[in-house]
Nanobody, 125 residues
Framework: EVQLVESGGGLVQPGVSLRLSCAASGFTFSSYSMGWLRQAPGKEREFVAGISWGGASTYYTDSVKGRFTISRDNTKNTLYLQMNSLKPEDTAVYFC??????????????????WGQGTQVTVSS
């Protein structure tokens, strides 16, 4: 059974950084591409970033390009999302997610099959 547990969220001021982590278990993490999704209050869940199984290929939604970095440590079965220059519009619950096709870097919400409970990120002054 796929288990994904996110951590690292919080309340921060605009312009600062946060790093989210996701501990994965129940599947062979190192052979799966992975990604992050987010859902803001009153909005649909949206794709944030995706990464290949080895970490060489990444993909980002336009609104976070240049500010967010997705990475992974396959020795620790952990996925990361480094978020810099945070903006109020980044406020959302962030979900670590595993795709339906582990071989393809996910780029859309419907590419994902499993996700965790999420971690809240609030950006406010």
């Amino acid at each position: 059974e796929v288990q994904l547990v996110e951590s690292g969220g919080g309340l921060v001021q605009p312009g600062v950084s946060l790093r989210l982590s996701c501990a994965a278990s129940g599947f062979t993490f190192s052979s799966y591409s992975m990604g992050w999704l987010r859902q803001a209050p009153g909005k649909e869940r949206e794709f944030v970033a995706g990464i290949s199984w080895g970490g060489a290929s990444t993909y980002y939604t336009d609104s976070v390009k240049g500010r967010f970095t997705i990475s992974r440590d396959n020795t620790k079965n952990t996925l990361y999302l480094q978020m810099n220059s945070l903006k109020p519009e980044d406020t959302a619950v962030y979900f670590c997610a595993a795709p339906r096709n582990r071989h393809v870097v996910p780029t859309r919400v419907d590419h994902f099959a499993s996700w965790g409970q999420g971690t809240q990120v609030t950006v406010s002054s």
